[in-house]
């Protein structure tokens, strides 16, 4: 299977981003990214092979009196629409992108009042001023999370930290983290 996946995508690029980033990538990139109580979101344009991916650390530029623009991935309400905004620059119809989002997790808190939660809204509210919705979701609970995405297939593959920051079980597809640790090991990264 890893085989296939490095057939066909030759020269894939890596991505590891921190707090507060993000990008839109036009060419076959594997992001890779640790969430907690930050919210991630992978968009995805079907058939077309391109993607972007941000990892934001707070729901709302407005709820912390930011008078700049400031990052715009630090904030999920400005991710979404900054990545939003690429997308229709080129000519996309919102509608059309798949939407996974990511993170979100309360393991130090009521799961009704922090801010991962409070990330979790801030996208769906996002979303829906778009009229959007996720087409994948796995937000919550009380463990960070290791995420992989493939840029130009959409895939995605999230594994549960548990303990000292090591991967549990995969959540959603594992195919990925085998691609990021091939290619790591061919690079010499």
């Known amino acids: 299977m890893l085989k296939d996946i490095l057939t066909e995508n030759p020269g894939v690029a890596l991505q590891y981003l921190k707090v507060s980033e993000g990008g839109v990538y036009l ?7 640790v969430l907690g109580s930050c ?4 968009f995805h344009l ?3 092979g391109i993607g972007a991916f941000f990892h934001a650390f707070l729901p709302r530029r407005d709820d912390y009196g930011y008078q700049d623009k400031g990052p715009v ?9 900054h990545v939003i905004g690429e997308f229709m620059r080129m000519g996309v119809n919102p509608r059309a992108l798949r939407v996974t989002l ?5 393991g130090l808190v009521d799961e009704r009042g922090g801010v991962g ?7 769906y509210e996002a979303l829906s001023r778009h009229r959007m919705t996720p087409y994948q979701v796995d937000t919550g609970g009380g ?8 840029t130009s297939t959409g895939e995605v593959e999230v594994g549960l930290l548990s303990g000292a920051g090591r991967l549990g079980g ?8 085998a691609l990021w640790a091939a290619a790591r090991a061919s690079t010499g990264r």
């Not at 060419?27 to 990214?33: A, D, F, G, M, N």
């Not at 919210?39 to 992978?42: K, W």
């Not at 990511?102 to 309360?106: C, M």
């Open 73 to 81: 991935y630090k904030f999920v309400d400005t991710a979404i629409e």
């Open 143 to 150: 463990k960070g999370r290791r995420v992989f995405f493939l």
């Open 27 to 33: 060419k076959p990139t594997l992001v890779q990214t």
């Open 46 to 48: 079907p058939g077309k």
């Open 39 to 42: 919210l991630g979101a992978a």
């Open 102 to 106: 990511l993170g979100g997790s309360n």
């Open 170 to 177: 995969p959540v959603l597809k594992p195919k990925a983290a």
């Open 117 to 123: 939660l409070k990330n979790v809204e801030a996208a």
